[in-house]
């Protein structure tokens, strides 16, 4: 049986080639990355040993403050008992 030259196999080969060269030439213009995000700046400052132990010293002196103490937990009151009912009588 002639198929007129081409097989599906090379059908099949030659559509996923132009597909792939499309997408390399038009990929770059349809699908550029977002412009990337700028890292925020800290500006730091230096300080000498003196300055630093000057510091430390100071968080040193610090006194916290008293932890308060915890109080018991309260043990909760049962409510009151619903009122029976009063009997209704027999019918005679």
Do not use: R
Not at 18 to 47: C, H, K, Q, R
């Amino acid at each position: 049986m002639d198929t007129g030259g081409m097989d599906k196999g090379s059908i099949i080969s030659g559509v996923g080639h132009i597909g792939v060269i499309v997408w390399v030439v038009l990929g770059d213009f349809l699908f550029s990355p977002s412009a990337p995000v700028t890292p925020s700046a800290m500006t730091v400052e230096t300080i000498s040993t003196q300055q630093f132990e000057e510091l430390a010293d100071a968080a040193k002196a610090v006194t916290p403050a008293p932890e308060p103490t915890p109080t018991p937990p309260q043990a909760e009151t049962p409510p009151d008992p619903a009122p029976e009912p009063a009997p209704v009588p027999e019918p005679a």
